[in-house]
T-cell receptor
Framework: AQKVTQAQTEISVVEKEDVTLDCVYETRDTTYYLFWYKQPPSGELVFLIRRNSFDEQNEISGRYSWNFQKSTSSFNFTITASQVVDSAVYFC???????????FGEGTQLTVNP | DGGITQSPKYLFRKEGQNVTLSCEQN?????MYWYRQDPGQGLRLIYY???????QKGDIAEGYSVSREKKESFPLTVTSAQKNPTAFYLCASSFGTGAYEQYFGPGTRLTVT
C-alpha cells in the first residue's frame, strides 16, 4: 500500500522568508510519480509539479523548487522569498505507474504574514 | 476556455434527501474522479472512472453513486444513506490514470441539516 506523510500541519512565516514543506512517501513499486498541488482559499486544487521515480534532479520554477531524494523517500518543496499570495494548503501526492489513483498527504497549511 | 466546471458552488439540503452534484469537463480527458474533503483534512477518493460507462469505487464509496454516460460528465449523487454528507466535494479529470496529473474543478460545498 502506498502512503504519503506531511508531518507539518501548519507553518507560519513572515513575507520574504524561505520555507520548506516536507513530504515523505511509502511505496513498494520501483516506478511511481510524485505530485505537489496548491489549494488556495478558493478551494480549487492547482497542479504544481509531477516527478517520476527515475528522475532525481532537483527542479526549479521561479521561486519554487523541489528536492527529490529516493534514499530518504522524500519530495520536499521550497518557496524562496515567500509572498502573501503563497498562503494556501499544499498537498503532496503519490501514484504508482501500475495504479489508477492518487494518494494524498494530509496537507500543510502555509500562512505568509505581511 | 478548457476546464472543469462544478455546480453549484454551495448546496444546502435537508437530511434524508438525495442530492446530485454536477461535474463537466471539456479537456477531452478519459479519466474522472470524485473526492471528498473534510475541514483540515486531505482528499479522500469516492469514485473514479477510467472510461465511459465504467467506474470503480474509491476508499469511501458507501452512500454515494455515480454514472458516466458521457465522456464530459461524471455526476455524483449523495444518497440519504451517507451518514455524514456535509463536506467539500472536488471533481477532477486526467488524460488517463497512473502517471497523469489530475486537474480539479472549483468544488461544491454541500451542507446537509
Amino acid at each position: 500500500a502506498q502512503k504519503v506523510t506531511q508531518a507539518q500541519t501548519e507553518i507560519s512565516v513572515v513575507e520574504k522568508e524561505d520555507v520548506t514543506l516536507d513530504c515523505v512517501y511509502e511505496t513498494r513499486d520501483t516506478t511511481y510519480y510524485l505530485f505537489w498541488y496548491k489549494q488556495p482559499p478558493s478551494g480549487e486544487l492547482v497542479f504544481l509539479i509531477r516527478r517520476n521515480s527515475f528522475d532525481e534532479q532537483n527542479e526549479i520554477s521561479g521561486r519554487y523548487s523541489w528536492n527529490f531524494q529516493k534514499s530518504t523517500s522524500s519530495f520536499n518543496f521550497t518557496i524562496t522569498a515567500s509572498q502573501v499570495v503563497d498562503s494556501a494548503v499544499y498537498f503532496c501526492a503519490l501514484t504508482e505507474t501500475s495504479g489508477s489513483r492518487l494518494t494524498f498527504g494530509e496537507g500543510t497549511q502555509l500562512t505568509v504574514n505581511p | 476556455d478548457g476546464g472543469i466546471t462544478q455546480s453549484p458552488k454551495y448546496l444546502f439540503r435537508k437530511e434524508g434527501q438525495n442530492v446530485t452534484l454536477s461535474c463537466e469537463q471539456n479537456l477531452n480527458h478519459d479519466a474522472m474522479y470524485w473526492y471528498r474533503q473534510d475541514p483540515g483534512q486531505g482528499l479522500r477518493l469516492i469514485y473514479y472512472s477510467q472510461i465511459v460507462n465504467d467506474f470503480q469505487k474509491g476508499d469511501i464509496a458507501e452512500g454515494y453513486s455515480v454514472s458516466r454516460e458521457k465522456k464530459e460528465s461524471f455526476p455524483l449523487t449523495v444518497t440519504s444513506a451517507q451518514k455524514n454528507p456535509t463536506a467539500f466535494y472536488l471533481c477532477a479529470s486526467s488524460f488517463g490514470t497512473g502517471a497523469y496529473e489530475q486537474y480539479f474543478g472549483p468544488g461544491t460545498r454541500l451542507t446537509v441539516t
